[in-house]
Antibody
């Protein structure tokens, strides 16, 4: 079992960047894949990308290529999602989620609201 | 427009059985595992079904998943008022090299 705790809500101006953290505890961090999923207000779930917490290897949805960076600091079992060149339609709740290969995403953070407004 | 297609809504009465469908293609559902997530209002999604038809520990056996060809289905039997939620299917898409979601189905318990 792993518990995921995300950083707090953010308010950003268009063109800015945001970095959301996801602190894992309770299990071996490096045995998981961390995925990031976002949900705009009143909308469905949208997958952004994944990161192998051990190797740091990543894969991003084409929509976010060049704008998103997923990293981790293993010593403090924390994953990060950095999204740049923010626009108003990036306003969403951003979730980190953890799972092992083929097992699905069993563990979720509480979500971080990122609001983008001038 | 979602890669996986779900009906926007479904409804049922307490005790009834409902099914939620998810349609995809040969590059996703047809060749990879399907997962189902339940999202109650204001909360993070919860994994209901993994690897097409397996229930994670703690998920009641009222929930079941199946897959046939390029479609998948989530069945909920013995419907309860606290099943009212949004349900999402998800799968890996080999062509996109990406995980994809359905648009979600809102279940109303009348």
């Amino acid at each position: 079992q792993v518990q995921l705790v995300q950083s707090g809500a953010e308010v950003k101006k268009p063109g800015a960047s945001v970095k959301v953290s996801c602190k894992a505890s309770g299990d071996i961090f490096t045995t998981y894949e961390i995925n990031w999923v976002r949900q705009a207000p009143g909308q469905g779930l949208e997958w952004m990308g994944w990161m192998n917490a051990d190797s740091g290897n990543t894969g991003y949805a084409q929509k976010f290529q060049g704008r998103v960076t997923m990293t981790r600091t293993t010593s403090i079992t924390t994953a990060y999602m950095d999204l740049s060149s923010l626009e108003s339609d990036d306003t969403a709740v951003y979730f980190c989620t953890a799972g092992r290969a083929n097992s699905g995403w069993a563990y979720w953070g509480q979500g971080t609201l990122v609001s983008v407004s001038s | 427009q979602s890669v996986l297609t779900q009906s926007p809504s479904v409804s049922g009465t307490p005790g009834q059985r409902v099914a939620i469908s998810c349609s995809g293609s040969s590059s996703n559902i047809g060749s990879t595992y399907v997962y189902w997530y339940q999202q109650l209002p204001g909360t993070a999604p919860k994994l209901l079904i993994q690897m097409n038809d397996r229930r994670p520990s703690g998920v009641p056996d009222r929930f079941s998943g199946s897959k046939s060809g390029t479609s998948a289905s989530l069945a909920i039997s013995g419907l309860r008022s606290d099943d009212e939620a949004d349900y999402y299917c998800a799968a890996w898409d080999d062509s996109l090299s990406a995980s994809v979601f359905g648009g979600g189905t809102h279940l109303t318990v009348l």
